[in-house]
T-cell receptor, first 110, second 113 residues
Framework: ELKVEQNPLFLSMQEGKNYTIYCNYSTTSDRLYWYRQDPGKSLESLFVLLSNGAVKQEGRLMASLDTKARLSTLHITAAVHDLSATYFCAGQLRDDKIIFGKGTRLHILP | GAGVSQSPSNKVTEKGKDVELRCDPI?????LYWYRQSLGQGLEFLIYFQGNSAPDKSGLPSDRFSAERTGGSVSTLTIQRTQQEDSAVYLCASRIGRTPHIYFGEGSWLTVV
């Protein structure tokens, strides 16, 4: 059974700083997803990582995947207040079940 | 609209009543997922439909929960004899086959009083 663990679960950071959210998963996962959720809203897809060494970037966010370490990271560069949200990672099993982590609540202080 | 549509958006029900939550996926999307998100928590997998294959029901928390998908399109999640711990947002998502991009609906907020 796939278990997905994120850390930290809560992160408060200053604008302009860099930080990384970590996503560990317990067993082979075909794909690794990152989503953003704003309060009271649904999930918005950020990245889908398909293979070992995959790196994707969008604005101040960059996601990477290391399948050997069963680790994905979401790196935030020079954070701005608009990035305050909850970020989820999720892994996909070969039977297509998608399992989510508990989420990281990111609060960026001005 | 072009997105995943869920109804009702909000539902308040009395403990012990049955509720039905509906998901209308994007047209042509063969895969459909249901998740439950309790307040401030992550997403808990409930059930997965893919085309005409038997659904993966392994996430349904008890036999009070069931779901069906008619004609490979609309899905209904039914919760019988609701309990207060069933209060949560129920999210539906769909995609084409096994393609990477999965689209979520806005969710149905269920409150059991």
């Amino acid at each position: 059974e796939l278990k997905v663990e994120q850390n930290p679960l809560f992160l408060s950071m200053q604008e302009g700083k860099n930080y990384t959210i970590y996503c560990n998963y317990s067993t082979t996962s075909d794909r690794l997803y990152w989503y953003r959720q704003d309060p009271g809203k649904s999930l918005e897809s950020l990245f889908v990582l398909l293979s070992n060494g995959a790196v994707k970037q969008e604005g101040r966010l960059m996601a990477s995947l290391d399948t050997k370490a069963r680790l994905s990271t979401l790196h935030i560069t020079a954070a701005v207040h608009d990035l305050s949200a909850t970020y989820f990672c999720a892994g996909q099993l070969r039977d297509d079940k998608i399992i989510f982590g508990k989420g990281t609540r990111l609060h960026i202080l001005p | 609209g072009a997105g995943v549509s869920q109804s009702p958006s909000n539902k308040v029900t009395e403990k012990g009543k049955d509720v039905e939550l509906r998901c209308d996926p994007i047209s042509g999307h063969t895969a459909l997922y249901w998740y439950r998100q309790s307040l401030g928590q992550g997403l808990e997998f409930l059930i997965y439909f893919q085309g005409n294959s038997a659904p993966d029901k392994s996430g349904l928390p008890s036999d009070r929960f069931s779901a069906e998908r008619t004609g490979g399109s609309v899905s209904t999640l039914t919760i019988q004899r609701t309990q207060q711990e069933d209060s949560a947002v129920y999210l539906c998502a769909s995609r084409i086959g096994r393609t990477p991009h999965i689209y979520f609906g806005e969710g149905s907020w269920l409150t059991v009083v």
